[in-house]
């Protein structure tokens, strides 16, 4: 597995979750690597991606809220998850925008939030 996510876990609606993506160094210095999650049903999204410098981009749904970082040296990736909500109830996943193809998804890591 090139990329790992972990940290899942249920937690109640408004609680927080951090969730680390370990992976090869290879990956790591690539420009940007990135969050996703996955609903049963619904297409994967990515919810937010970070450049090598650590500039941050997050979807409209999590902005505000969810927080991405890097640590090259470590060749970790973290998703820090503040005021979740029971709609980001979701598998996790990191990989690499526009590489997809080219790495395994992985397991993922469960999300759930209670209402």
């Known amino acids: 597995v090139q990329l790992q ?6 937690v109640q609606a408004g609680g927080s979750l951090r969730l ?3 992976g090869t ?6 420009n940007v690597i990135g969050w996703y ?3 049963p049903g619904k297409q994967r999204e990515l919810v937010a991606a970070i450049t090598s410098d ?12 969810f927080t991405i970082s890097r640590d090259n040296g470590k060749n970790t990736m973290y998703l820090q998850m503040n005021s979740l909500k029971p709609e980001d109830t979701a598998v996790y996943y990191c990989n690499v925008p526009g590489f ?3 790495f395994s ?9 209670s209402s």
């Open 5 to 10: 996510a972990s940290g899942g876990g249920l």
């Open 20 to 22: 680390p993506c370990v």
């Open 25 to 30: 160094g290879r990956i790591f210095s690539l």
């Open 37 to 39: 999650r996955q609903v």
């Open 54 to 65: 650590g500039s941050p981009h997050y979807a409209d749904s999590v902005k505000g809220r």
């Open 100 to 102: 997809e193809s080219d």
């Open 105 to 113: 998804w992985g397991q993922g890591t469960l999300v759930t939030v």
